[in-house]
């Protein structure tokens, strides 16, 4: 690993001024993506500027019945959180399907959002990546790609998302706020990762500098059900192939709310529209739902070896579509 200098700023506004002063710097989250990276040698930050410890680590509630939630918050105590685990169940839930117990006890709200894709290439400096250094190509397109995007990929990059809390933020219209050397501002979290077109080494819209310092939920929708449902190749430590997070309102016998993102299947969480237009006032039935899925993964397109993720994510979202329904049907 290269050598590198460390810094713990004591407020917000310290880091993002050293940030904007020192180019070369990078934010430390928990450090479980990153020092991982940085062994590699796919990263090599001058100087980390390690912001865990900044007073960002509470879960308040907002005025009008939402939840505030700091950029340092640990996914364990997130995804613990009693009102998380009643009120948003398809955070909690995404958040225990990712890594294991002790990397969600390091691993911070701000640092879970940034980590980087899982490509194999991208992690391996002795090949080319357009991601890693752009303009050297993308092997993965006719190479290894059986886990990588079916969805929105571009002839540059292939690469999907990794993080799960951010597939289940975007089904739940969560903002990400961020303070940068320009002043603060929030993005909707469906927006906040990008698609990558001709410039995938841009993950997401944060700008240089930019310290997200929290995520904020709007209140749940009235009556509504939520939950993540994740398909991987072990039962733990593993990075989802499909996933989806559902959230759903049954009013007599009809879809009054539907909310659906997958994950693994893309650059960014792939916020489902076609499927919700088509769930919106139709029957609560496993046909809407499967035509609700069709609508959506029309506009795949696999690569070589990676087109089972179509009926995976499928299959999935039909599943988390009946199960919410059966829920609120018991509810009454
Ligand atoms: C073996 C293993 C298995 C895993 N499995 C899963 C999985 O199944 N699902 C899943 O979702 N994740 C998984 N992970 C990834 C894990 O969730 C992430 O490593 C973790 O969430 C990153 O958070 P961190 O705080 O440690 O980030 P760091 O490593 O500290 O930082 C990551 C990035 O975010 C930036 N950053 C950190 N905080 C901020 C901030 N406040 N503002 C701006 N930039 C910031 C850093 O500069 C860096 O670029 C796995 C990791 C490992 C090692
Ligand atoms: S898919 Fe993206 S991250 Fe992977 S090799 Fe291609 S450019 Fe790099």
């Known amino acids: 690993?290269?050598?590198?200098?460390?810094?713990?700023?004591?407020?917000v506004a310290e880091a993002v001024r050293v940030s904007a002063e020192r180019p070369e710097s990078h934010f430390l989250g928990g450090g479980t993506n990153l020092v991982d990276l940085?062994?590699?040698?796919?990263?090599?930050?001058?100087?980390?500027?390690?912001?865990?410890?900044?007073?960002?680590?509470?879960?308040?509630?907002?005025?009008?019945?939402?939840?505030?939630?700091?950029?340092?918050?640990?996914?364990?105590?997130?995804?613990?959180?009693?009102?998380?685990?009643?009120?948003?169940?398809?955070?909690?839930?995404?958040?225990?399907?990712?890594?294991s117990g002790q990397l969600r006890n390091a691993a911070t709200t701000g640092g879970n959002l940034l980590q980087r894709t899982r490509c194999p290439y991208f992690q391996d400096?002795?090949?080319?990546?357009?991601?890693?250094?752009?303009?050297?190509?993308?092997?993965?397109?006719?190479?290894?790609?059986?886990?990588?995007?079916?969805?929105?990929?571009?002839?540059?990059?292939?690469?999907?998302?990794?993080?799960?809390?951010?597939?289940?933020?975007?089904?739940?219209?969560?903002?990400?706020?961020?303070?940068?050397?320009?002043?603060?501002?929030?993005?909707?979290?469906?927006?906040?990762?990008?698609?990558?077109?001709?410039?995938?080494?841009?993950?997401t819209v944060i700008r240089p500098g930019e310290l997200i310092t929290e995520v904020v939920l709007p209140p749940p929708a009235e009556g509504a059900f939520s939950l993540y449902r994740k398909a991987r190749d072990r039962a733990s430590y593993a990075f989802a192939l499909a996933s989806v997070a559902a959230v759903l309102t049954v009013r007599d016998g009809r879809v009054a709310h539907a909310a659906l993102a997958f994950g693994g299947l893309a650059h960014r969480p792939w916020r489902a529209r076609a499927a919700e237009d088509v769930l919106r006032g139709a029957p609560a039935t496993e046909e809407t739902f499967a035509r609700a899925a069709d609508a959506e993964l029309a506009a795949a397109e696999p690569l070589r070896d990676n087109g089972f993720k179509v009926a995976l994510a499928r299959n999935l979202a039909v599943g988390a579509l009946a199960e919410l329904t059966a829920r609120a049907d018991r509810s009454g």
């Open 125 to 203: 400096t002795s090949k080319p990546c357009n991601k890693r250094a752009p303009g050297t190509g993308c092997p993965a397109r006719e190479g290894a790609h059986r886990d990588l995007a079916v969805l929105g990929h571009s002839p540059d990059c292939v690469a999907t998302q990794p993080s799960d809390m951010a597939v289940a933020l975007a089904a739940l219209d969560a903002t990400v706020h961020l303070h940068g050397p320009e002043g603060e501002r929030a993005v909707s979290a469906t927006e906040f990762h990008r698609l990558p077109g001709d410039n995938p080494d841009q993950d």
């Open 38 to 99: 940085m062994k590699l040698g796919v990263e090599s930050p001058g100087l980390l500027i390690d912001v865990s410890r900044l007073p960002l680590d509470l879960v308040t509630p907002t005025d009008d019945g939402g939840l505030r939630i700091g950029a340092t918050v640990r996914n364990s105590d997130l995804a613990a959180h009693p009102v998380v685990r009643e009120r948003y169940p398809a955070l909690s839930q995404a958040l225990l399907a990712g890594a």
């Open 1 to 11: 690993m290269k050598p590198f200098a460390y810094l713990r700023p004591g407020s």
